[in-house]
């Protein structure tokens, strides 16, 4: 079975710093995908950006990027010029390219941007 | 922009008794889900429902729960008779495939059982 590991539980920066959330996966998969997500106040699940395994390269959207390395099975975000608006709990969750079309996701990093 | 709403925001039910959680998925997707988020913990997978059928389910879908596409446009989930540790969040999400496409998720049903 597939696990998400965030080891992070809280972290918290300053406005228009750049933090990094980490995130590790389990997988004997080799198609597969990842995605970020934000909760906000507002309980909402939004997607915040997602990569594809077989993609080398690493997925970017505006000021959300990842560090995939599929090897170390690591995909952390990166928020540069962070804001207040990106304060939420970030999830990273886990997809198999086959079979069960279901998100398994890690346990959460609540994030704090301070101005 | 299309969204996936539910109904209640917040639901608070006697230990044994019936609850429904009510979604209306966005109106093109083919793909429903039910996920749950007990207090502090991870967001779990309970059930994934395509062509008017469950297409998998995890452990925590025992016999207590029930999915249903009454009318075509909503997608309702039945919790037949509530224990104390069925309290979360329950979200529901619709995607219009079902690989490499985003899951849009709802705000969240809050139940609380006492």
């Known amino acids: 079975a597939q696990t998400v590991t965030q080891s992070q539980p809280e972290m918290s920066v300053q406005e228009a710093e750049t933090v990094t959330l980490s995130c590790t996966y389990d997988t004997s998969e080799n198609n597969y995908y990842l995605f970020w997500y934000k909760q906000p106040p507002s309980r909402q699940m939004i997607l915040v950006i997602r990569q594809e395994a077989y993609k080398q390269q690493n997925a970017t959207e505006n000021r959300f990027s990842v560090n995939f390395q599929k090897a170390a099975k690591s995909f952390s975000l990166k928020i540069s010029d962070s804001q207040l608006g990106d304060t939420a709990m970030y999830f990273c969750?886990?997809?198999?390219?086959?079979?069960?079309?279901?998100?398994?996701f890690g346990q959460g990093t609540r994030l704090t941007i301070n101005p | 922009e299309p969204e996936v709403t539910q109904t209640p925001s917040h639901q608070v039910t006697q230990m044994g008794q019936e609850v429904i959680l009510r979604c209306v998925p966005i109106?093109?997707?083919?793909?429903f889900y039910w996920y749950r988020q007990i207090l502090g913990q991870k967001v779990e997978f309970l059930v994934s429902f395509y062509n008017n059928e469950i297409s998998e389910k995890s452990e925590i879908f025992d016999d207590q729960f029930s999915v249903e596409r009454p009318d075509g446009s909503n997608f309702t989930l039945k919790i037949r008779s509530t224990k104390l540790e069925d309290s979360a969040m329950y979200f529901c999400?619709?995607?219009?495939?079902?690989?490499?496409?985003?899951?849009?998720f709802g705000q969240g049903t809050r139940l609380t059982v006492v």
């Open positions: 969750a886990f997809m198999g390219a086959w079979g069960a079309q279901k998100l398994v």
């Open positions: 109106s093109n997707h083919l793909y």
């Open positions: 999400a619709s995607s219009r495939g079902q690989v490499n496409t985003e899951a849009f």
